[in-house]
């Protein structure tokens, strides 16, 4: 039986994947962008629901949530899905990395459809996406990607855990968001439980993202 939090949750994740739907509907002229861009909101708000659910680290500061908060943090998730269909088409034998439109454009695109600044985010976009893959191509895990996702929720629901400012991207290793100069809170990012929930949530994420693709086709 779902708690409460959860009932909360899908209710407001339901709204932010209606009103994305809606925009995708109504800007989106070519079928098969259409489709891409949906697997991706898809993606961002299963991730994003199941993050809120499990991540106990969010809770005081999510507290009962809002959709606004949520299209930001689905947002935000949603660049991670981005970068891995990236990652995807750019491992195809013989891709041409010049063949697609650029993934800044494409973020824009879902910074529309979540309704959030461009100004504010495209900066995000850049380092997140170099994170993610940064990790993926030097460790056996995404834990600095990880511990960045879990701080960067708790500033959207407004709790400063870094100095963003001070962080040099990509972070290699973990010390580096832990030194005096960057660290304002570190409570919520040491939790190994919370850390593995975002893997969890983003591995669930582009499941569902990539079920979408194929069930489109």
């Not at 909360?8 to 800007?27: G, M, P």
């Not at 400063?160 to 968001?177: T, Y």
């Amino acid at each position: 039986m779902a708690s409460e939090l959860e009932e909360r949750n899908s209710q407001v994740l339901d709204e932010i994947w209606n009103i994305a739907s809606e925009h995708i509907d109504k800007v989106i002229t070519s079928e098969q962008e259409r489709q891409f861009i949906l697997s991706i909101a898809m993606g961002a708000t299963v991730a994003a629901e199941l993050f809120l659910n499990n991540c106990e680290s969010i809770r005081p500061f999510w507290r009962e949530g809002s959709i606004e908060k949520g299209k930001e943090i689905c947002n935000l998730f949603s660049f991670i899905m981005l970068s891995q269909c990236y990652r995807w088409i750019n491992q195809q034998p013989g891709a041409d990395p010049n063949a697609n439109l650029p993934k800044e454009v494409m973020s824009t695109k879902l910074m529309y459809i979540f309704e959030v600044a461009p100004e504010r985010w495209m900066e995000d976009f850049t380092k997140f996406d170099e994170q993610f893959n940064y990790d993926l191509d030097n460790h056996p895990h995404i834990i600095h990607l990880s511990a960045l996702i879990i701080a960067k929720i708790c500033q959207l629901c407004g709790h400063q855990c870094l100095a963003w400012g001070e962080i040099e991207f990509p972070v290699h290793e973990f010390k580096d968001i832990m030194s005096p100069s960057v660290l304002i809170d570190g409570a919520p990012l040491r939790e190994q439980k919370d850390i593995n929930v975002v893997a969890t949530a983003l591995s669930t994420g582009i499941d569902a993202m990539n079920k979408y693709i194929e069930e489109a086709k």
